[in-house]
């Protein structure tokens, strides 16, 4: 009698089914056993988080400051290792300075940076005005470090008192840093490289058609990290009350200085007097208790920000909004712009995400305006469209929207939000690079060189248009251009009419070029300066309210990974005070790996600032 049941898998197929199943049970039982493990702590434990009197806010972040942190799978760092860089939100910071000033408990703020890896200069001076308006009610903020980099420097400058260790080291590199250039390699390997462009400062495509920067990059670069330097060397020099001269001098001749103090880099910067005292951590500990005394455990008597949020119960996102029905929507646009986001992509605006992140605001009555805060290099030029049509609708139901500018909001960036009611920057926020480009690597000669060959028909010109085996042809490469000559009109075109300027001013101010925050506003890119909070003052006058709150609108995150994030996340507490080669290397290569897998425009055009681009993004 015929067999007429399914034929039993093969022996591989078999031992594969078996392998996902065990792998899939594993995942399960080690999660079971982690929210176990939550709720037994949650449940045994009575314990609460209080602000202790007389205390010291220790503000120790780790990792880099960013708008928003990226999405994280906690069980994939858990398994395999893969562990990811730790980020900081700029607002829960500020929201933790600014309430501090009115607490009563805290009597003083301590800077305590030897983990801060990164922080862009729009977010060290945001932080700084809010440092400084924590003095003006009559509290101190006092900085120790073992050593500073820039960033954390530039932030420790806004302390009254600041201390580094005897053995500690302060450096100012500056800004600028160096691209690859990879003509010759594309050159030996046959791949050409088509690039269809719109723009003179546009230098995204430069690495792949030159070997060293064009001229007109080279102009716009150093105008930028010039007018960069000269921020950062303004707030040093009036926060220790020094020479501007004196600053460049140190940064120019560190080797000098270093020498002049007999090899010792600490006793440099204290006669350079970038630094109070040296002190070793048990000295500083002295110093800081005399002020708010010793806790029962031996340390300082303070409280880490991230447990002051919690126990102060600081939800309000605008950190200084007060409370009404009405809400301002407030929407964090940060990383590259990409069409829809990729399983394990970190930092990038989906546009099919933040799409529903803006109709959630439109159709939600008690939400009267949207602020959409930006920190982004650009990308996918169709993505970015998307995105600005949504927000345009927003404005047609009559609620105003606000772009707040954040560290970065070029090309795709500024796209996004041209046509808003109004856009605040910081001063040194990277924007513009208003232009437009397509890019398509070919491999005919390189298969030539190990002698394969392509050959064909076709019933039009397009059908052999383009192909990776066989070239651009020059019917293809006419309609590229023209699309990209389309979308840069297109630009110039949001720009003239959201900024309310004639094309002809949008025009030379655009071709690609990057501004500093401060110098696109007298160029009129820009219709304000300042932080989040004077972007959300801007949106609530324009929906006329007197009373009105801040929420932000983040996509959810599934119960899973934000129990075991927060079960796997470092723990915060107050605790005593305390690059390679190949690192940066490896760091450099990552990065540019990174913008090549997030190129996803279903057309090919980008518009993507590549000097404003970033570990982060």
């Known amino acids: 009698m015929a067999d007429n049941s399914a034929p039993r898998p093969g022996l591989w197929r078999r031992f594969f089914n078996a392998l996902t199943t065990l792998r899939v049970f594993t995942v399960n039982l080690i999660f079971v056993v982690l929210v176990l493990a939550v709720l037994a702590t949650w449940f045994g434990s009575t314990e609460t988080i209080s602000v202790p009197p007389n205390a010291a806010l220790v503000l120790n972040p780790s990792g880099s400051i960013v708008e928003a942190r990226a999405d994280q799978n906690p069980l994939q760092s858990l398994l395999l290792g893969a562990g990811q860089e730790q980020e900081v939100e700029l607002q829960s910071l500020l929201q933790a300075i600014r309430h501090a000033a009115t607490d009563t408990n805290i009597k003083m703020i301590l800077l305590d940076l030897d983990e801060l890896d990164w922080a862009a200069s729009a977010h060290v001076q945001r932080l700084g005005e809010a440092l400084q308006e924590f003095r003006e009610t009559g509290k101190r903020v006092v900085a120790y470090g073992h050593y500073y980099t820039q960033p954390s420097y530039h932030l420790a400058s806004f302390a009254d008192a600041l201390y580094m260790h005897p053995m500690g080291q302060l450096v100012l590199q500056g800004f600028g840093g160096f691209n690859f250039y990879f003509k010759d390699l594309l050159d030996k390997l046959g791949i050409n490289i088509h690039v269809f462009r719109v723009g003179s400062y546009k230098s995204a495509v430069e690495p792949f ?224 690079s208003i232009g437009i480009y397509s890019i398509a690597p070919t491999f005919e000669n390189s298969l030539e060189q190990v002698g394969v060959h392509t050959d064909g028909v076709g019933t039009t010109e397009m059908t052999l248009g383009m192909s990776p085996f066989t070239g651009v042809n020059p019917p293809m490469a006419r309609v590229l251009q023209s699309q990209v000559e389309h979308g840069y009109k297109q630009f110039i075109n949001l720009v003239a009419r959201g900024r309310d300027m004639p094309v002809s ?113």
Not at 215 to 241: F, V
Not at 246 to 270: F, H, N, P, T
Not at 534 to 549: P, Y
Request: hydrophobic share 45%; with cysteine; aromatic share 6%.
């Open 209 to 432: 058609l030159r070997n060293d920067m064009s001229t007109e990059s080279r102009m716009a670069s150093e105008a930028l990290y010039q007018n960069l330097w000269q921020h950062l060397i303004a707030d040093i020099a009036a926060n220790r009350q020094i020479d501007s001269a004196q600053v460049q001098k140190y940064a120019d001749d560190l080797a000098g200085a270093i020498a002049a103090s007999q090899g010792d880099m600490a006793r440099a910067a204290l006669e350079y007097h970038f630094v109070d005292e040296l002190l070793t951590s048990d000295q500083a500990n002295v110093r800081i208790a005399d002020e708010v005394g010793m806790a029962d455990d031996g340390e300082i008597n303070g409280i880490g920000y991230q447990d002051y949020l919690v126990a102060a119960d600081v939800q309000n996102y605008g950190g200084e909004a007060p409370a009404g029905s009405a809400k301002i929507a407030v929407i964090v646009a940060q990383g590259m712009i990409v069409s829809s986001a990729q399983t394990g992509q970190r930092n990038v605006v989906a546009a099919e995400q933040t799409i529903e992140l803006i109709r959630r605001a439109r159709y939600n009555p008690d939400i009267k305006g949207v602020v959409l805060r930006v920190d982004s290099p650009g990308g996918s030029q169709f993505a970015s469209e998307l995105i600005r049509q949504e927000l345009e609708l927003v404005q047609l139901m009559g609620k105003p929207v606000v772009a707040s500018f954040g560290a970065t909001a070029a090309s795709g960036g500024y796209w996004i939000a041209a046509t808003a009611d109004a856009i605040v920057s910081e001063p040194t926020t990277l924007t513009g």
């Open 505 to 617: 001013e949008v025009e030379p101010i655009a071709e690609g070029r990057v501004w500093s925050g401060d110098v696109a506003h007298e160029l009129g890119l820009v219709d304000e300066l300042g932080g989040l909070q004077v972007a959300l003052r801007r949106a609530a006058e324009l929906a006329e309210l007197e009373t009105w709150s801040s929420v932000r609108l983040a996509p959810p995150q599934d119960t899973r990974s934000l129990i075991l994030s927060q079960l796997l996340a470092p723990q915060s507490a107050v605790q005593g005070l305390g690059g390679s080669l190949f690192s940066d290397m490896a760091r450099q290569a990552r990065q540019v790996l990174a913008a090549l897998s997030r190129l996803d425009d279903p057309l090919n055009i980008y518009t993507l600032c590549a000097s404003c681009l970033t570990e982060r993004y």
